[in-house]
C-alpha cells in the first residue's frame, strides 16, 4: 500500500467519506499527500473553495 493510499484510507476513516482525488487529478501525488495530512492535522475536511452554489 502506498503512503497516498494510506492517507485516503485514514481520511476516509476519519471523516467518514472519501478524499476528492478527483478534484486534485492534474495535482501531483505530493500536493494530494500534503492536502491529506493538511485536513488529518486540522480536523477538517477538503475544501475545494468552491462558492456555495458552484455544481462540483
Known amino acids: 500500500m502506498t ?7 485514514e481520511y476516509a476513516e476519519r471523516f ?5 482525488r478527483m478534484m486534485m487529478m492534474s495535482e501531483p501525488d505530493e500536493a494530494v ?3 491529506i495530512r ?18 462540483a
Open 38 to 55: 493538511r485536513c488529518l492535522a486540522t480536523g477538517q475536511p477538503f475544501d475545494p473553495g468552491l462558492p456555495e452554489d458552484a455544481i
Open 16 to 20: 467518514d467519506d472519501q478524499f476528492p
Open 3 to 9: 503512503e497516498l493510499d494510506q492517507l485516503m484510507d
Open 33 to 35: 499527500i500534503a492536502a
